[in-house]
């Protein structure tokens, strides 16, 4: 069984260290890659009120981290975003079914109209955990990204209730 609940300072370090991970952080945005994320870093995060960040569970155990960003109640709108913390999960949907439940919290309990999400073109399984979690692409930033020191397009997708 997977859950998602929100992130509290006992799981800021092992957080810390899935956010520092090379080959994790190279796929996110510019101000958390190729940097070393800190609790203190996670601590004012999670404070920000545009910011939601949820720590995921499977089978009780933490191993995965899916975050709203740039909450805009006026708009109703957010970015998701998310990594797998624990690489020896990987396929089995752990992250697919956070981001459906973080997007049916958004939309009940936070009255979000809309959720989009962005991904680096040459990051299939990001895709495909947007693509099972009910998103569809919607868009695309031409070279718009950095990966691997090649720029690249950033491909949008979203989500409404």
Request: aromatic share 8%.
């Amino acid at each position: 069984m997977t859950t998602v609940e929100p992130l509290l300072p006992e799981h800021f370090e092992q957080v810390a260290g899935w956010l520092s991970r090379p080959e994790t952080n190279r796929w996110l945005s510019g101000e958390w890659r190729d940097r070393e994320a800190t609790p203190s870093i996670l601590a004012i995060a999670v404070r920000n009120r545009r910011n939601g960040l949820y720590l995921v569970r499977h089978e009780s155990v933490p191993c995965a981290l899916v975050g709203l960003a740039d909450i805009d109640p006026a708009d109703r709108i957010a970015m998701v975003w998310y990594l797998l913390g624990d690489e020896r999960l990987k396929g089995r949907g752990i992250v697919s079914e956070a981001v459906r439940q973080l997007a049916r919290l958004a939309f009940s309990e936070l009255s979000l109209a809309s959720l989009y999400a962005w991904i680096m073109e040459d990051n299939i399984a990001s895709r495909r955990v947007l693509e099972k979690s009910g998103f569809r692409e919607c868009g695309r930033v031409r070279n718009a990204a950095c990966s691997s020191g090649k720029q690249v397009d950033r491909i949008y997708f979203d989500i409404t209730p």
